[in-house]
């Protein structure tokens, strides 16, 4: 058997762990077309998880648009209309629909120079990018007529930058109506996304049901884990894969990370300590990178929060121990790296990474 752990790419079965209740909450939730914005920390398991739903619905049609990358309207009119057409059995099915569907689009068939198949480029005939997208929107609610759909567009948190004002606007004049279709809103910038749809002032207020994205639970860790290393005649006790979880404060993609080597090496001699020490060695680039891309009063903010573990963060000897002089300059440190979404404040502070906050412990 190969090894079934994977800490890469979205994640199928069998490295696909449990989340029975979020497979059924977002299933009920599309059946009844509702909006979701679903959201968490980075590598947290969202895309898989949608997969995973859109695979066993039965009723509704799904379209799933990765937004990642995109830096325009344009772009996200193509993509989505890539994620419309590319199911459909011809390129000549998919010009004819497009051309009848489209009437503010022009649109060219070329060869993917790297899968050598054919695909349809979309571009704006006029300069009323607005138009276009209010054609989008419409040729969706057209194609519910015929069958339920979702229509998930993951990376949303990509829209913000694309310096245009009107786009949420425009968003919520045409999905308030659309009775058959559930848009599903992912991201991973949980400060952007939520005042997204949660500030009064913004267009996506309250458009969508807010779906934070849970962590796995232990239990459900555990009995996937051993039922797979029993399966790969590998022997491993729960007290390892359990301690695994609680290094990794139950973070899928470290925790898939973790037992992926434990299946390729075997327990280390050094015992899961050592396997972390060796992980936290190969992403130390990473993490240096991150550490760099803080100002000097955000590095002070980490150190702090990764030594305290959110408790008595602002008594004056634990500000002075990484040079703060004052609570307000900790504060404010701490509320620009929720901004950036390197800390989260669920009633406490706390890092969002659990490795970088163990790396963190270790700087000087
Ligand atoms: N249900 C799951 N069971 C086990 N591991 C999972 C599960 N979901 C995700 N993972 C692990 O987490 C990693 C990240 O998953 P995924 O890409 O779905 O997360 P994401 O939240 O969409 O990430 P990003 O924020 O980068 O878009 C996967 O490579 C996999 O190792
Ligand atoms: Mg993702």
Known sequence: MKNPFHFTEVATAPSFCNREKECQDLTHYIGNAQNILLFSHRRYGKTSLIHKVLGGLKEVQPFYVDLYGTTSVEEFIAITIRALTCEMPTIEKALGWLRKSFTRLTFQFSTDPMTGLPSVTPTLSGSDEEAALQELFSTLESLSRKKNLVVVFDEFQETSAYNAPYFEKRIRKEIQNHQR???????????????????????????????PLPPIETSHYVAWASALFRHGKRAISEEILDDVVQRCENHPMYVQEF??????????????????????????????????????????????????????????????????????????????????????????????????????????
């Open 181 to 211: 279709i559930s848009y599903l809103f992912s991201g991973s910038q949980r400060h952007m996304l939520s005042a997204m749809f949660t500030d009064t002032k913004r267009a996506l207020y309250k458009l969508a049901v807010s779906y």
């Open 259 to 364: 037992y992926y080597h434990l299946w390729e090496e075997g327990v280390p001699e050094s015992g899961v300590e050592g396997l972390e020490r060796a992980i936290l060695e190969r992403r130390a680039i990473e993490f240096i990178n991150l550490f760099s891309s803080m100002t000097p009063n955000q590095k002070r903010a980490m150190k702090l929060l990764a030594r305290c573990g959110g408790k008595g963060l602002f008594s004056a000897k634990n500000l002075q121990s990484v040079g703060f002089s004052s609570t307000s300059q900790a504060t404010r440190a701490l509320e620009a790296l929720r901004v950036r979404d390197d800390v989260v404040k669920n009633g406490t502070w706390a890092v969002a990474d659990p490795l970088f906050k163990k790396w963190v412990l270790k700087l000087a």
